[in-house]
């Protein structure tokens, strides 16, 4: 030990203090000790330093914390020391726990703090070793343990019925996520479970590094991960599953990726999945193309009848204005027409829907002075017209022909009521085209033919 440059002294017990890291943190019991000291004094001198060199009135107990402490209780105002001086804060943490361990006084909590404190102040594994006479596997261990949340371990190593052993301990060493370490201290009911559950962590940790490099193998390919919010994937019926890979033993990935797929990942029950969205049958991908050209027909459709519709419209247009009108005796036909409609499909006259009809405008957005106007202008239309317009509006541009099977329901509302308003417009001219003649009749390309 560095303890030459010394003096041998008397002090005063008021003027010594406790070393702040001595490694001894439980100074065990006194009494015995404090009863010898009381009839005998102290008979081995303490080993203080100066807390300044250079004015040496106020010291730090080195080597005799258990004697100090049982010297103050008995009432000792004077105490034998031997002072130390030169030695750095490493050197009196060195001397400290070599003096301690040679007496066997450190717990194994205690070593493994005052290792790292060594460790801290500079030394290395080998240095440790040497100073303490430990071996250097045993340093190291120790200095894992000292790693862990040092509440958490005294408080195991003092629960008897917890049974601690080094041999769990150092198990936990394999697990190298410190924060995985402390959870399996806390949560473990038993030394035994420490080893335990050590030994899954070190597994699982294998098996996330060995799935880790397969995923990154697999990068050039877009492999993504299945989220986490699909926790039940494998069920769900989402995704095929293309390979299996164990992760414990892993082998050769083989893969069949179509065009345009995304491979997927997902870790479950030690082995790594790779999975694609699920792929459709031969008959689902036919039954696929078929609704895609059903949805591409039906929007044509649409988009016809609203054409079609706006050529009626803007023929009604004109009837509304007398540019077009039946000839004398068809107005009772006309008339007859439109009362056989509206009994049939529920047709009401209102001025907002004739307005909206020939304006292509709301009546609720005209002020109170355009409404009256507006009123006025429509009270002047011709009441078999008002009649026509109420029809064509009710019937509306015909759409709903277009069945959802693709194909034209003959027996529909939708077919009836268009061919009731062509035969009416018909009695003032109207001639349907082509195109009009083939929608109504189901021969129209845009259905699908019967197989």
């Given at each position: ?13 008021s ?12 100074l065990?019991?006194l009494?015995?000790?404090t009863?010898s000291i009381e009839?005998?004094?102290?008979m081995q ?13 106020k010291?730090i ?12 209780k008995?009432?000792?105002y004077q ?8 030695l750095?804060?490493?050197?009196q943490?060195g ?6 361990m040679?007496?066997?006084d450190?717990?194994i ?6 290792f ?5 102040l500079g030394?290395?594994e080998?240095?440790?070793a040497?100073?303490?006479g430990?071996?250097?596997?045993t340093?190291?261990h120790?200095?894992?343990?000292a790693k862990?949340?040092?509440k958490?371990l005294?408080?195991?190593?003092e629960d ?5 052993s080094l ?9 190298k996520d410190?924060k995985k370490?402390n959870?399996?201290l806390?949560?473990a009911?038993?030394s ?8 899954n962590?070190?597994r ?15 990068k050039?390919i ?7 919010s ?7 019926g989402k995704?095929d599953i ?5 992760l414990?033993?892993p082998?050769?990935i ?8 995304t491979?997927?990942?997902a870790v ?11 792929r459709?049958?031969q ?5 696929d193309?078929?609704e895609?050209?059903l ?15 706006e050529?009626?419209?803007?023929f009604?247009e004109g009837?509304?204005?007398?540019t077009?009108k ?8 006309v ?18 829907s ?6 292509g405008?709301?009546?609720?957005d005209?002020?109170?002075e355009?409404k009256?106007?507006?009123t006025?202008?429509?009270l002047s ?8 317009i109420?029809c ?14 693709g ?13 009731r ?10 001639q349907?085209d ?18």
């Open positions: 030990m560095l303890l030459d440059d010394s003096l041998l002294t008397t002090l005063h017990i003027d010594i203090t406790p070393h702040p890291d001595n490694p001894r943190k439980d065990g019991d009494e015995e000790l009863e009839k005998n004094g102290i001198n303490l080993t203080v330093v100066p807390v300044d060199e250079d004015n040496p009135d010291y107990c080195l080597i005799g914390h258990r004697r100090l402490a049982a010297a103050k008995a009432g000792i105490v034998p020391a031997r002072i130390v001086f030169g750095s804060h490493k050197d943490v001397i400290m726990l070599e003096e301690n040679q007496r066997n450190l717990t909590v205690e070593q493994a703090q005052g790292q404190m060594m460790l801290d030394e290395t080998e240095s440790i040497e100073k303490t430990f071996s250097r596997t340093v190291r120790r200095l894992q343990l862990l949340d040092q958490e005294k408080k195991k190593q008897e019925s917890f049974q601690l041999k769990d301990l150092y198990a936990l060493e394999k697990v410190i370490r959870e399996i806390k949560g009911y038993s035994n479970e420490i080893r335990w559950q050590a030994e962590a070190e699982d940790e294998k098996r996330e590094q060995t799935a880790a490099a397969i995923m990154e193998k697999l050039p877009g492999i993504k991960k299945i989220p986490k699909e926790p039940n994937w494998k069920w769900s995704y293309l390979d299996e890979i164990i414990d033993n082998k050769e083989n893969i069949d990726l179509k065009e345009g797929e491979p997927y990942a479950l029950y030690g082995s790594l999945y790779i999975c694609v969205h699920k459709k049958t008959k689902e991908v036919q039954i193309e078929r895609k050209d949805n591409r027909r039906k929007k044509a459709f649409k988009d016809l009848c609203k054409s079609k519709y050529d009626r419209r803007l009604i009837i509304a204005i007398g077009y039946p000839y004398a005796n068809d107005y009772a036909m008339e007859n027409k439109c009362w056989e409609y509206a009994f049939e499909h529920y047709t009401a006259i209102s001025k907002t004739t307005w909206e009809f020939l304006k405008t709301s009546y609720y005209l002020t109170p355009q009256d106007a507006a006025q202008e429509l239309i011709d009441k078999t017209a008002l009649l026509v109420a064509a509006h009710n019937a509306g541009d015909g759409s709903g022909m277009f069945g959802w099977r194909k034209l329901d003959k027996e529909s509302n939708y077919l009836d009521e268009q061919r308003i062509y035969e009416i417009l018909k009695l003032y001219g109207y349907p082509e195109e009009e003649k083939q929608m109504l009749d189901g021969t129209h390309e845009l259905y699908i033919r019967e197989e």
